[in-house]
């Protein structure tokens, strides 16, 4: 069994700062992609950044030079570091990621349970 548990989210002003955790623990061989996602009230779940194994990322247009994801491999954990935050940033944040339990199984994606954003004018 795997969890991914999320933290850091809160209450901020537009153009402030937050950095979301998301820690994976469990049964993990290895860990493939990491991903942080996010939903507004009314919106469907969209992707705001992944990032692979090897490092390489990639951004939701809306965030783009305002958004930092980062993952530390030995910790299992990626982070989003949240710059220059914007009320339309206001969502629920979930992070997920593509897990080995041992070599002999399959890849799984597992997500964690959410953490909230809310960013005011």
């Known amino acids: 069994q795997v969890q991914l548990v999320e933290s850091g989210g809160g209450l901020v002003q537009a153009g402030g700062s937050l950095r979301l955790s998301c820690a994976a623990s469990?049964?993990?061989?290895?860990?493939?992609?990491m991903a942080w996602y996010r939903q507004a009230p009314g919106n469907q779940r969209e992707l705001v950044a992944r990032?692979?194994?090897?490092?390489?990322?990639n951004y939701a247009d809306s965030v783009k030079g305002r958004f930092t994801i980062s993952r530390e491999n030995a910790k299992n954990t990626v982070y989003l570091q949240m710059d220059s935050l914007k009320p339309e940033d206001t969502a629920v944040y979930y992070c997920?990621?593509?897990?080995?339990?041992?070599?002999?199984?399959?890849?799984?994606?597992?997500w964690g349970q959410g953490t909230q954003v809310t960013v005011s004018s």
């Open positions: 997920n990621a593509v897990v080995r339990p041992s070599p002999q199984r399959y890849e799984y994606l597992y």
């Open positions: 469990g049964t993990i061989f290895s860990i493939n992609n």
């Open positions: 990032i692979t194994s090897g490092g390489a990322t």
